[in-house]
């Protein structure tokens, strides 16, 4: 596969999470390739529906664009890009290859389907910040909102993010996606992340371009205070973005439409 230079490397993006993100891309250039196909994803549907780990960019190649990225201004190197990063084989390499280059932190946008395997925790337990999906608290509303590949089980899910949790020195928020088919369900949400402990839990809506209706401040606003008592929560409604210019803005946007 051809791939011009700066295609691995985006960004940086405004994240309300990350402040100034430099995106890491790990993953096939031709379409999303993800464990899941979220109704409410901005990448369009899934092209490469995968939980079998590949080797996508050689590490070199990716240390080439980290060394012409080394004068960006950045807050973190995040790991994200078009589709499930955890599905990229040399993800902790590329993470320590970041950190080395860069000297800044590090962190991983995950949907958690492949946390339940050892090689996949390892690599994470590389980054600063791992942030993890968790939208549904059963397996109906699971398969209705994100749309996994058969095999994978929201308990097996749960219960990894909690062994992980356990081991893992970094900071751990969970993502979690609120749309009309999950509104009612932040209790039982709440429940589930205060068993696994996070640092932190990030209440978002799909504001960027999607099929799906974001909800309104107010019903976030309503939902967030579910989750106030046993963790620092933020919301996408609240958080302040900064400004950032993209190295490069074509690969930036096939990242990140919006921007
Ligand atoms: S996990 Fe992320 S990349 Fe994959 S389909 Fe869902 S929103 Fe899109």
């Given at each position: ?5 700066r295609?691995i490397?985006?960004?940086p ?5 990350l ?8 993953l ?5 390739t993800c464990s899941f196909?979220?109704?409410?994803c901005q ?7 995968l ?6 960019v050689?590490s070199s190649?990716l240390a ?6 080394r004068?960006?201004?950045a807050?973190?190197?995040?790991f994200?890009?078009?589709g499930e990063?955890t599905?990229?084989?040399n ?5 320590r290859?970041?950190?080395?280059v860069?000297?800044?932190p590090?962190?991983v946008l995950?949907?958690s389907?492949?946390?339940a395997r050892e090689?996949?925790?390892r690599d994470l337990a ?5 942030v993890?999906?968790l939208?549904?608290?059963d397996?109906?509303?699971f ?7 058969a ?13 992980f ?8 928020a969970?993502q ?6 999950n509104r009612r ?11 696994l402990s996070?640092?932190e839990?990030?209440?978002n809506?799909?504001l960027?371009?999607?099929p ?9 606003a309503?939902?967030?205070e ?9 919301s996408?409604?609240d958080?302040?973005?900064?400004e950032?210019?993209?190295?490069d803005?074509?690969?930036t946007r096939?990242?990140?439409?919006e921007?």
């Amino acid at each position: 596969m051809t791939r011009k230079m700066r295609s691995i490397v985006y960004g940086p993006v405004p994240s309300w999470r990350l402040g100034r993100s430099l995106g890491v891309d790990l993953l096939p250039a031709d379409g999303k390739t993800c464990s899941f196909d979220c109704t409410y994803c901005q990448l369009g549907r899934t092209v490469r529906r995968l939980t079998v780990r590949a080797e996508f960019v050689a590490s070199s190649a990716l240390a080439l664009e980290l060394e012409a990225a080394r004068n960006v201004a950045a807050d973190y190197v995040t790991f994200s890009g078009m589709g499930e990063p955890t599905l990229a084989s040399n993800l902790g390499e590329a993470l320590r290859l970041a950190r080395d280059v860069l000297g800044l932190p590090t962190a991983v946008l995950t949907n958690s389907s492949l946390m339940a395997r050892e090689d996949v925790r390892r690599d994470l337990a590389c980054a600063d910040v791992v942030v993890a999906k968790l939208d549904a608290p059963d397996e109906q509303l699971f398969r209705r909102i994100n749309r996994p590949l058969a095999r994978l089980s929201l308990a097996e899910t749960v219960e990894a993010i909690e062994f992980f949790r356990a081991g893992y020195a970094g900071k751990l928020a969970l993502q979690i996606m609120f749309i009309e088919a999950n509104r009612r369900a932040a209790g039982r949400l709440a429940a589930i992340a205060s068993r696994l402990s996070p640092d932190e839990v990030q209440i978002n809506t799909p504001l960027r371009p999607c099929p799906v209706t974001p909800l309104t401040a107010e019903e976030i606003a309503a939902i967030r205070e579910e989750f106030h008592k046993f963790a620092n929560v933020v919301s996408v409604y609240d958080a302040p973005r900064p400004e950032v210019t993209a190295i490069d803005v074509e690969e930036t946007r096939r990242r990140r439409p919006e921007l």
